[in-house]
């Protein structure tokens, strides 16, 4: 059995501040770990798909950097909008091999249990859009075709729209050629995502993509176009991808912060079950 952890869009801001006055997020992330800490068993390995800073800004990446070293398990990152891969490699240490890749964009592959986890940089300096690059999707091409372990892509924005409009204008800008790409990969067995804070699970190219919520803040479910976009405190979540041969990759949601419970299925007298 492989277990993947997947925590997303972190924004964490210079000490002491909240995000947008509302949402604190460097608290809230501290829980995250907490969290993930107290898993039993621990997972395999954890991933975390952009948005780790709100800026970017260097007090930021000086606050993530001692709290990713409290993961037990080993960390995996990326970068997300709100991220600089510049300030990452510069400042980040202990979370993956951030440096491969090329001068402008982090990209890897890493063997994890059974499974094969391919990270990818789809943010662009200084814009909320994603664009990996046809240099970037050439690699990938090049590296699916040198295992067919099943793999997981991590990414930060969907590739794909997702229907929340104000969020889709800011998607990936090259996600067909990205969807051409894996649709000859037979082996790639998830798309792990963030960027849309909220637990959405869509398909491309055929394969199932699960974007994780926000340890933080949510995007309100807003359908009907309400420009501009909100946010809510719904609850922090993040992902468990649990690999077995027999089953594949399944994917459980969890919850940050406790809840009542939990409570024995207990049987009332004269109640046959
Ligand atoms: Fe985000």
């Excluded at 063997?111 to 789809?122: E, F, K, N, P, Y």
């Excluded at 991590?154 to 800008?173: E, N, Q, S």
């Amino acid at each position: 059995m492989t277990l993947i952890a997947q925590i997303t869009d972190l924004h964490i801001r210079p000490r002491g501040l909240a995000c947008y006055r509302v949402s604190e997020t460097n608290m809230l992330a501290r829980r995250a770990v907490d969290a993930l800490n107290a898993l039993d068993p621990q997972p395999d390995a954890i991933v975390v798909t952009g948005d780790l800073a709100n800026g970017p800004d260097r007090r930021e990446y000086a606050g993530i950097q001692p709290l990713l070293a409290r993961l037990k398990a080993p960390v995996f990152v990326l970068p997300g909008n709100h991220d600089s891969t510049a300030m990452m490699r510069e400042m980040l240490t202990g979370v993956g091999p951030i440096h491969e890749g090329t001068a402008d964009k982090m990209h890897y592959a890493v063997d994890i249990g059974d499974l094969r986890l391919v990270a990818l940089d789809s943010a662009v300096p200084g814009a909320p859009h994603g664009r990996l690059g046809a240099e970037q999707i050439a690699w990938l091409d090049a590296t699916l075709a040198k295992s067919d372990k099943p793999t997981l892509i991590a990414l930060h924005h969907p590739p794909a729209t997702v229907g929340i409009a104000h969020m889709d204008r800011i998607g990936l800008t090259d996600s067909d050629a990205f969807a051409r790409v894996i649709a000859r990969h037979d082996h790639v067995a998830r798309l792990l995502c963030g960027h849309i804070h909220r637990t959405i699970i869509a398909t491309v190219a055929g394969r199932v993509m699960t974007l994780a919520p926000s340890t933080a803040h949510q995007v309100a479910l807003d359908i009907a176009d309400r420009d501009p976009g909100h946010f809510v405190m719904e609850p922090p979540g993040y992902f468990l991808h649990r690999h077995t041969p027999e089953s594949g990759v399944v994917t459980h949601l969890a919850y940050v912060e406790a809840y009542p419970g939990p409570f024995p299925f207990f049987a009332d007298d004269g109640v046959e079950w």
